[in-house]
Structures are given as structure tokens and as C-alpha cells.
């Protein structure tokens, strides 16, 4: 089993920034793909960023592309996730996700294993 939990969420300012990060515990962190995703209240979830297992590819959704950087350290198991240039709809709780591949997904169903999720909320 592997294990995640989410830290760095909390309040902040329209324009400001937040890193995110993800720490995985259990099973060899290098073998897993990472994938974040967020669901803010009455919307459904849908896909932020996801990394290949060495780091060597990222993906992003439109919406936070320029803003957002996914990375990860295979030393210390852990996944970022840096936000900046924050606005009101990237308020939402955070979840990070692994996949046993190589390849990165950008829908739920094909991560197996989450994180507990974290909260981003964005004043203006």
C-alpha cells in the first residue's frame, strides 16, 4: 500500500502563491506517476497536474498553465505542486494521487492510490 498526505494548503491572498506538497510513504515512490487534482464545492473533480515517474514530463490543465509547476524529488518521496498567480477558482481542496506506471492520466479513475486532500482558499 502506499501511503499520501497533502500539506502547504491554507489561506491566501488574489495574486499570491502556495506550494503544495505530497509525501508518500509505503512502496517505492519512483515506480508511481503523480497526478493533483482538486474539487472545489458543488463542482465535480477534475485534473490540475501530473508528472511521470523521473520527472522527465509534465501536464497541465489550461487554466493554470504558466502558473502552476509540478515537480518531484524521488530522494525524499515527495510531489509539489508551486502555485502562483492565484484568483478565486483555484480555491478548492487539493488531492494528490499516484499511479503504478509510467504514464500519467488526467482522469480519477485511473490513479490508485489519494491523499487526503488539502485546502487552497483564494481571497479577493
Known amino acids: 500500500q502506499v501511503q499520501l498526505v497533502e500539506s502547504g494548503g491554507g489561506l491566501v491572498q488574489a495574486g499570491g502563491s502556495l506550494r503544495l506538497s505530497c509525501a508518500a510513504s509505503?512502496?517505492?515512490?519512483?515506480?508511481?506517476?503523480m497526478g493533483w487534482f482538486r474539487q472545489a464545492p458543488g463542482k465535480e473533480r477534475e485534473f490540475v497536474s501530473a508528472i511521470t515517474r523521473s520527472g522527465g514530463r509534465t501536464y497541465y490543465t489550461d487554466s493554470v498553465k504558466g502558473r502552476f509547476t509540478i515537480s518531484r524529488d524521488n530522494a525524499k518521496n515527495t510531489v509539489y505542486l508551486q502555485m502562483r498567480s492565484l484568483n478565486s477558482e483555484d480555491t478548492a481542496v487539493y488531492y494528490c494521487?499516484?499511479?503504478?506506471?509510467?504514464?500519467?492520466?488526467?482522469?480519477?479513475?485511473?490513479?490508485?492510490?489519494w491523499g487526503p486532500g488539502t485546502q487552497v482558499t483564494v481571497s479577493s
Open positions: 509505503g512502496r517505492t515512490f519512483s515506480n508511481y506517476a
Open positions: 494521487a499516484a499511479r503504478f506506471d509510467n504514464g500519467v492520466a488526467t482522469t480519477g479513475g485511473r490513479y490508485d492510490y
